[in-house]
């Protein structure tokens, strides 16, 4: 059943008619394109620039489990347009990679780290991050982070560097956490649109925003439990790192007031005579900081090299040596019903990758990685279903849960064999709900109604028709099927008692931490000590690691390399252009409202039940 798709129509039409005009956009200037390759080409190749001095991470961008497979077109816009909305990526994989090598690299003196650009992301992949820093410093190489300002996620990165630089008219941003929702009920009555909610789980929040003005008094409190765990982790970090106080992280608001006044009011005094930053410094000083550990390179910077070029330039992360394997499958963003892109979970995609590594005889055991806050109860049933059939061929099957492997995310985890998670992992939410809506009343005000015949009590249900009383109930029995069988698979899946995974459930999410003790984690540890996990299940001695990836397509793969090498010729031209195209601000309003509303237009479960944990991706 489909949820709620006439509330979005509006908004959703006003967002595909600007991303058309912009696509169009991109394809008047494709010509441009091809020729700039075709020049580019014809010009006699430039030499690589050797590696060696600083290993530079300019992270601009959201860090992400798994590149987000779009349309070429989309993804050329994506680099030229300023005002879009999706940032650019950054797999978190490669950055730890490219980490980790450089910790053994002769080449590579020094570690910098530029982490301003980098944004939404997520305390445990940040602390992933920080984890691979702190193996890099063990080789005594310097470590330095420099910006204009931090942000709170940037500046935890910035925290585990040996040498922190402020621009001397920055900041250190730290503000904390929260879970600030937009609500519709007051909304939807003046429309008179009615919301027809069927959920089980007293903590199942999602349906919230279209029920209710504000947040419910149960929500706020267990919100505030994760909310909390998350914080004092972070302030209890920095601290450590930074050698201060926690009160000097984040102290309270006539404390901060009182310092801040002690400063002349002035951010980056602040941050340094509070110890948040080492030292305060122009552009230009930074970059003599880093000449002076690494030499000056020819364009009177510092000598170094990006992510990417390094990235080309050191050994793939996992070679293929023909020995026994471990598959590795990503499993990233919401679960969708279908066939998915990389980026979103298909319940058949991800299922045809299980099963492949089922039927593969190399395979001998399979690591999971889940970034999910879960989607369609009926495709995580599909993906569980393949997970049970991988185990029972014989082959061990471990979770290592990311970011979020919540609602639907910890429905295909419930059955492995093992599961690792991060003690800042959101997970749970075992809750299960469905949302229709009908606009039969908003009709009706303009002289618009349905009416007609049909053979049985069920027929004609529909956005346009009030919702019959008995297919309510219909669709509420449903929920609660779907919820018993939820809270049943985990019961059997992790060997809880019925009471002890109800105690779990009712859609509450739990911190890594809280879902330890609570037995819906085994351990925790990164996707490395999931990896040794699965092989010593299997009883493996001499073992490779196998990613298992969905194929692209040769012309996407043409299109994107084609896009990807010609983005730099295009990008002051054509952000001048698409800048030019849309009004002030209208482009931002539609980004947001857009992003309320896209669960709503998106998800596709046929028969309209979720699986699903809104707050887990805030």
């Avoid at 129509?9 to 008047?28: A, G, Y």
């Avoid at 820093?133 to 063990?138: G, R, S």
């Avoid at 593969?360 to 806050?373: F, G, N, Q, T």
């Amino acid at each position: 059943m489909s949820i709620f798709k006439g509330l979005g129509w509006l908004f959703r039409s006003l967002w595909r008619l600007l991303n058309f005009t912009r696509l169009m956009l991109v394809n008047l200037v494709f010509i441009i394109v091809v020729l700039a390759i075709v020049f580019a080409f014809s010009q006699k190749e430039a030499p690589t620039p050797p590696i060696e001095g600083a290993l530079t991470l300019n992270l601009s961008g959201v860090l992400v489990e798994q590149r987000t497979q779009t349309d070429p077109t989309v993804q050329l816009l994506r680099q030229v347009d300023s005002s879009d909305d999706q940032p650019s990526e950054i797999v978190l994989s490669d950055l730890l990679w490219a980490i980790r090598s450089a910790k053994d690299d002769d080449r590579i003196k020094a570690l910098v780290i530029k982490p301003q650009g980098l944004q939404g992301a997520n305390f445990s992949k940040l602390q992933e991050v920080t984890d691979a820093i702190d193996e890099f410093k063990e080789s005594g190489k310097p470590v330095i982070a420099m910006a204009d300002y931090y942000n709170q996620g940037p500046y935890l990165l910035a925290a585990h560097a040996d040498h922190v630089l402020l621009n001397q008219s920055g900041a250190v941003l730290i503000e904390g956490l929260g879970v600030y929702q937009t609500y519709f009920k007051s909304a939807l009555e003046k429309l008179n649109v009615t919301p027809h909610v069927f959920k089980v789980g007293t903590y199942k929040s999602f349906v919230e925003p279209y029920t209710r003005d504000e947040m419910s008094p149960e929500s706020k409190m267990a919100n505030q439990r994760w909310l909390d765990q998350l914080w004092l982790s972070y302030v209890n970090d920095v601290a450590a790192e930074r050698e201060i106080e926690p009160d000097a992280v984040a102290p309270g608001k006539d404390q901060f007031l009182s310092l801040l006044r002690a400063s002349g009011g002035n951010a980056a005094n602040y941050a340094l005579e509070n110890g948040l930053v080492d030292q305060l410094a122009t552009r230009d000083e930074m970059t003599q900081a880093v000449i002076k550990e690494v030499g000056e390179a020819e364009d009177h910077g510092w000598k170094g090299v990006g992510l990417k070029e390094y990235l080309a330039a050191i050994p793939e992360q996992y070679p293929q040596s023909g020995k026994d394997e471990v598959g590795l499958i990503t499993a990233s963003g919401a679960i969708m019903d279908g066939v998915q892109p990389a980026g979103t979970i298909g319940g058949d995609s991800l299922s045809d990758l299980l099963a492949d590594a089922r039927r593969d005889d190399k395979v001998k055991a399979v690591v999971l990685r889940v970034d999910s806050p879960g989607g369609s109860a009926f495709a995580a049933e599909q993906i569980r279903a393949e997970l049970l059939a991988l185990k029972q061929a014989g082959k061990p099957v471990v979770i290592s849960m990311g970011s979020y492997a919540a609602s639907g995310g910890y429905w295909i985890s419930a059955d492995a064999d093992k599961i690792f998670a991060s003690p800042t992992t959101l997970t749970g939410s075992i809750g299960v709900f469905g949302m229709f809506a009908t606009i039969d009343k908003a009709l009706s005000q303009y002289g618009v109604h349905t009416d007609g015949v049909g053979t049985t009590d069920f027929v004609g249900v529909g956005l346009t028709r009030a919702l019959p009383e008995h297919v309510g109930q219909a669709i509420q029995l449903g929920v609660e099927d779907t919820y018993q069988r939820f809270v049943g698979l985990v019961s059997k899946g992790r060997g809880l008692s019925p009471e002890e995974a109800e105690k779990a459930a009712e859609g509450r999410v739990w911190t890594g931490q809280d879902a330890k003790d609570l037995g819906l984690v085994d351990e925790f540890g990164n996707l490395d000590d999931a990896l040794k996990a699965a092989a010593s299940l299997a009883n493996l001695k001499s073992w490779q690691v196998t990613p298992i990836e969905q194929e692209e397509s040769a012309r996407d793969k043409f299109l994107r390399e084609l896009f990807d090498s010609s983005a730099q010729v295009l990008t002051p031209y054509a952000q001048s252009k698409m800048q030019s195209w849309l009004p002030a601000g209208v482009g931002k309003v539609l980004v947001e409202v857009n992003k309320s509303l896209d669960p709503l237009v998106r998800f596709n479960d046929p028969q309209g039940t979720y699986a699903f944990c809104p707050v887990c991706t805030l």
